[in-house]
């Protein structure tokens, strides 16, 4: 089975490149394999540019996995709330490079990075767990309202709005965005650009930036888990 991820160093900048042949689904394998690319990035001191393939980023949570192993639905919940966290955490710059249609935890995955850069035609932007019928958990809220106007929160979460570029960029769910052809391109020059910011004071000031932000993340996990284990009769 093919790796769900591809991981290239080029002077100091890491693409990690998600594509599972089809909507880059946050299965358990897909989400071990960017906990270890970030592990690789700490190693290699290099920025991180994390994108998908042709028109998709993401489109949210291995949804199979819910009709079938409570055991692997816990450790791919558990799995995607953890990884939020320590991306918001990451000491080394993050650039988000959304190449297509972002839904739910591909959302939560994107907001957490340090830049986000869309595509702008041809994209949706979707927290669309409460159109399913399902409730939003406390690690997507946190994150979620980390980063969007507080004025867009209450459209994108509870009534479940999707979002068309220009409308996501006007929530805050990018700083920008580009042309498709120039995502890339884009992506790297704002690579470039973090990488000469000195490394030891943005490590310290992201820390200090998110403290509030991932201690309510991180009591907001553990509620989560619990609440997870005790629906499933099951333990992390």
Known sequence: MADPIRYELQDGIATVTMDDGKANVMS??????????????????AVLVLTGRERMFSGGFDLSVFQSDKQELLAMLTAGAR????????????????????????????LCADVRIGIDEGARTHINEVQNGMVLPRFAIEVSRHRLAPEHLNRALLLATPHAPQQAL???FFDSLVAPAALADAARAEAVRL???????FAATKALLHQRTLNA??????????????AFGTTA
């Open 83 to 110: 990884l939020t966290e320590r991306v918001l955490a990451h000491p080394l710059p993050v650039v988000a490079a959304c190449s297509g249609h972002a839904v739910a935890m591909g959302v939560f995955l994107m």
């Open 28 to 45: 358990v394998r897909m989400l071990k394999a960017l906990d270890a690319a970030l592990d690789q990035t700490l190693a290699d001191k």
């Open 217 to 230: 993340l991180h009591a907001g996990i553990a509620q989560d888990l619990a609440d997870w284990s005790k």
């Open 195 to 201: 990488q000469k910011l000195h490394a030891g004071a």
């Open 170 to 172: 006007a929530a805050g």
